[in-house]
């Protein structure tokens, strides 16, 4: 059976595992080691469990833990080769342990088969996953700023989909940031707002996705119950219904969630 938990989403900090009960993988390593040990310790596995750690691009929120990580466990990350290079930048020690793949490019890790695709963020080489185990597929697509036919691509199939609902439109135009980084979220390359997380989401859950977890809210810019409710309307344009078609839940930002089935 695959399994996922998020240990945490948000613009802060950012990880999930995914697990068939013998292959546990980790998706971003945004959090202190200790969070993410302390995270797995509540799943019942530690971090000699991990076999492979899955980054989807360099920013602070989805690597701060992989230098201290790397010192704790033996698992190789698997990173597109342009964050690769940036990484090197920043940790030329790490070097060793990157496994690098072209977005688009299918590899193994174990007994579990993960698929890439390109996404739209202002980094190096952004991409979102799928990982399966021949009957279940998990898809997790944060930190883009459109959905692309790649995207769309990526998520087709998926059974469970981990989407990006970063900010909510109103809450970013009258927050507290400066003009020039609500139009960098806002922009091609920035983060999906409710209304577009909600329309991808309803999307994938057309294509047969039976969960979609609410992911990487922004603390400043965005609330739970507003995202949920983005996503149920975006639902009922398609004629779909929470719970009678499609499982919705909002990742919390700081704390690990319990396993739930892909």
Known sequence: MLKAATLASGSSGNCAVVSDGRVHILLDAGISTRRISQGLKALGLELRHIAGVLVTHEHTDHVAALPVLCRQMDAPVFTAEGTAYALRDRWRELEERFRVFAPGQRFAVQGLEVGTFPTCHDCACPVGFSVTDGKRRLVLCTDTGEVTPQIQAGVRGAHTLIG?????????????????????????????????????????????????????????????????????????????????????TAAPRGEATDWFEV
């Open 164 to 248: 990006e609902f970063n900010y909510d439109p109103e809450m970013l135009r009258r927050g507290p940031y400066p003009l020039h980084l609500q139009e960098r979220i806002r922009g091609s390359r920035g983060h999906l707002s409710n209304e577009m997380g909600g329309r991808l989401a309803a999307w994938a859950a057309r294509e047969g996705a039976e969960r979609v977890v609410l992911a990487h809210l922004s603390q400043e810019n965005n609330r739970p119950e507003l995202a949920l409710e983005a996503a149920k309307r975006a639902l009922a344009e398609l004629g779909l219904r929470e719970d009678a078609d499609v499982a919705l």
